[in-house]
């Protein structure tokens, strides 16, 4: 008995004197990582392979894009950046199309570059399938008010879609307005945080 009483006792004391006053024993908590999104768009949509980034273009009112995310966590922030026509707001969407979840609220973001804001958080499951919406707010001026960034193939052909890489799958994309619906000949950028759990 007084062997394991020992063995205890010592095995506590390695643990409390192992830890340093630099934390080293702190728990960490996942944070949001704001360029998540951003960061895979980059990799695949890549000026080696064929793509341009432009800052405005596609003038519909709704921008929005699916993708699967193979990792369980949260998207805990949304990120977009207003074209230079416009300083109002937009309603910025999340909707988790596997488990019905969502967010949606209204957004004023930057001119000046990309702009992320917190949201309410969206959980997310490995495998469910996101769709993000920017939807520009009713009785905007002047029309060119609803263009925006997206990434595009440099000789203007359909994205061709699904693309993945490491944690996600772009699946595809849509701009839309009253009966015009155009899919896939673009790339919306429109950026999401996540926190992988």
């Known amino acids: 008995m007084k062997n394991i009483t020992f063995g205890i006792l010592a095995l506590l004391a390695i643990t409390l004197f192992n830890c340093d006053n630099d934390d080293d024993c702190a728990l960490t908590t996942p944070t949001c990582e704001n360029e998540y999104a951003a960061n895979y768009m980059t990799t695949i949509f890549n000026m080696a392979d064929g793509y341009e980034d432009f800052a ?56 000046a570059g990309l702009d992320y804001q917190n949201i309410t958080a969206v959980t997310v499951t490995s495998g469910d399938v996101i769709t993000v919406r920017r939807t520009i707010t009713p009785g905007y001026t002047p029309y060119d008010a609803v263009i ?50």
């Open 56 to 111: 405005e273009w596609m003038d519909l009112e709704v921008h929005e894009y699916d993708i699967q995310i193979n990792q369980s966590g949260e998207i805990c922030s949304i990120g977009y950046q207003n074209p230079s026509t416009y300083t109002g707001s937009y309603t910025m969407a999340v909707i988790n199309n596997t488990s019905g979840l969502s967010y949606s609220g209204l957004h004023t973001f930057s001119q």
């Open 148 to 197: 925006g960034r997206v990434l595009r193939q440099s000789d203007f052909s359909d994205v061709p879609y699904p693309l993945a890489s490491n944690q996600v799958v772009f699946l595809s994309s849509k701009f839309s307005e009253s009966t015009t619906v155009i899919n896939n000949n673009s790339h919306p950028y429109i950026a999401f945080g996540f926190k992988a759990y």
